[in-house]
């Protein structure tokens, strides 16, 4: 068993892997699918170029959304429309954004062996990069218009010169760079708030107030800037209240109710985090060889750097306590801290024949392997040239120039070119029923809007989308609204009747 850990976990075998795993990972970016959360913010970034401000109008009608929408990732958004702004309006544009935040994770996580060359070696930096790297939920992530990777990369930025502080030098410049670094996190997305809290707090708890107060004001000030858009009359209201109106079924609310139900929430929030941990196949390798780690390598993590542990435990805290929800692409947050433990596990475990925690830890590696190959398998089968599809279904609308309701991912490129309405508003209007629509209210609430066309798409009709059981066959009942225009096997598109 010996032989065997050291074969598959040495540098070269594991650089070996990495190898192949980016040859594919080149590979799946060719027409890679366009994810819900690509268009999600694609399209608050440009509104945000065309009018200065943040607004959804492919979904009206809720909590007014379509005019104002305040609750955003800030610096994330603004980027995004910059982007468009020199590239155009593409999905490729905001994703490849997204790729080299990802490839300058790994420079700056480069950067925090060689601070601590002293306490880790070379060999530990290919292991920790092999668990962030050769991971499902990064290989997704890293290629998608969301916030999680500029986050995660601000937020261990600034441990690093937290880190610096604490073993290299005590100077006050390290201080500020990491409270500007976390206040940029949280000016990026609301729960970047995590890391000026655990940064705040392992100061603290080390007993180095003044330093704590330092890091705590720079934080401040580059946090502040997310007010910017708030100060107006009227506008903190109204963010306030699209937070409280937030549809996720899984956000936590915590406006509703007294002291006592604050306190239950909170409780059952903690109680539920090991949700994050193990979500779905694309986190269960990590987060298995994650605790293992924790079990047997706590006591010399807490040894050669009790301070990372310390950061990371307060960011999971602070994150369950005051994040939105429960979500797995949140571990993205976590996943620096997390591979440096368990690259400690995993460097130790060459030097001992320890066969049975080797063997663990072997089958743990084979299931990462069998979930990365599912990931890849996922993202092929979606993968597609959407844009050229989505040009062509829209001229065979009957009245282009009015309002369509489309999948979101139309909106790369057929925003720039026609009044989208999508199926989301519609999904968000569900939740806030508790219950899924019949056909004709479905209908009478798309003419409402003054929709004079319907595309339902393939996965709509065959289930695989099964947001709206209404559309899944295809057959629409008599009604006053909508009758059928064109069908082929791919999708139908009705049309408003005269």
């Known amino acids: 068993m010996n032989r065997l850990y050291n074969n598959l976990f040495d540098t070269k ?32 970034a440009y509104w945000f170029l065309k009018n200065g401000f943040v607004k959804v109008q492919t979904i009206p009608g809720f909590h007014g959304w379509d005019e104002h929408l305040l609750v955003y990732h800030k610096l994330s958004i603004i980027i995004g429309a910059l982007l468009i702004k020199v590239f155009g309006w593409s999905a490729n544009t905001l994703r490849i954004f ?5 490839l300058l994770s790994f420079i700056v996580l480069s950067r925090f062996f060689k601070n601590n060359r002293d306490t880790f070696s070379s060999k530990h930096f290919v292991l920790a990069a092999f668990i962030v790297f050769f991971n499902p939920l990064t ?25 610096l502080f604490l073993i ?29 809290i655990a940064g705040f707090f392992v100061l603290v708890l080390m007993k180095k107030p003044v330093p704590a107060f330092i890091f705590g004001i720079f934080t401040v000030i580059t946090a502040s800037f997310y007010f910017y858009d708030l100060w107006q009359p009227g506008n903190f209201q109204l963010f306030l209240s699209q937070i409280d109106h937030w549809p996720d ?47 047997l390598k706590w006591r010399k993590v807490i040894k050669i750097k009790r301070h990372l542990l310390l950061y990371l435990l307060l960011l999971i805290l602070s994150l369950n306590i005051f994040g939105s929800q429960i979500a797995e692409r949140f571990l993205i947050y976590f996943f620096p801290y997390m591979a440096i433990i368990i690259s400690v596990l995993l460097f130790d475990l060459k030097n001992a024949a320890r066969g049975r925690v080797q063997g663990m830890v072997i089958s743990l590696l084979l299931l990462q392997f069998v979930c990365v190959g599912i990931m ?17 279904i829209m001229l065979m609308v009957p009245d282009r120039a009015s309002p369509v309701l489309v ?36 209908l009478q609430r798309a003419s409402n809007f003054g929709i004079k066309s319907i595309i339902i798409p393939y996965e709509m009709l065959s289930g695989s989308d ?6 899944m066959d295809g057959e629409i009942e008599e009604n006053p609204w909508f009758e059928m225009y064109y069908s082929v096997p791919g999708y139908r598109i009705l049309k408003a009747k005269e």
């Open 407 to 442: 999948n979101y991912r139309t909106v790369f490129n057929e925003l720039e070119n026609h009044q989208l309405i999508t199926y989301k508003g519609f999904e968000y209007h569900q939740v806030e029923l508790g219950r899924k629509m019949r056909q004709n209210e479905f």
């Open 466 to 471: 099964s947001r709206f059981p209404c559309l």
């Open 139 to 163: 290989l997704l992530y890293s290629y998608t218009y969301r916030p999680e990777t500029l986050v995660s990369l601000l937020g261990f930025s600034s441990f690093i010169y937290l880190d």
């Open 98 to 102: 997204s790729l080299i935040i990802y």
């Open 249 to 295: 079924p899984n956000a936590s609310n915590y406006a509703a109710g007294g002291f006592w139900d604050l306190l239950i929430r909170i409780i059952g929030k903690i109680g539920n985090e090991h949700q994050r941990f193990f979500w779905s196949y694309k986190v269960w390798a990590v987060s298995s060889l994650f605790v293992l780690a924790l079990i």
């Open 376 to 392: 890849f398998n996922d993202i092929f089968s979606q993968n597609d040239n959407y844009t050229d599809q989505h040009k062509e």
């Open 168 to 196: 290299k030098s005590p100077k006050s410049k390290y201080l500020i760079f990491a409270g500007l670094l976390a206040g940029l996190a949280f000016f990026t997305h609301l729960n970047g708030m995590i890391f000026g």
């Open 13 to 44: 075998r594991l650089l070996l892997f990495i190898g192949l795993a980016l040859v594919v990972f080149i590979i799946s970016l060719y027409n890679r699918y366009i994810y819900i959360d690509d268009a999600w913010f694609g399209e608050q």
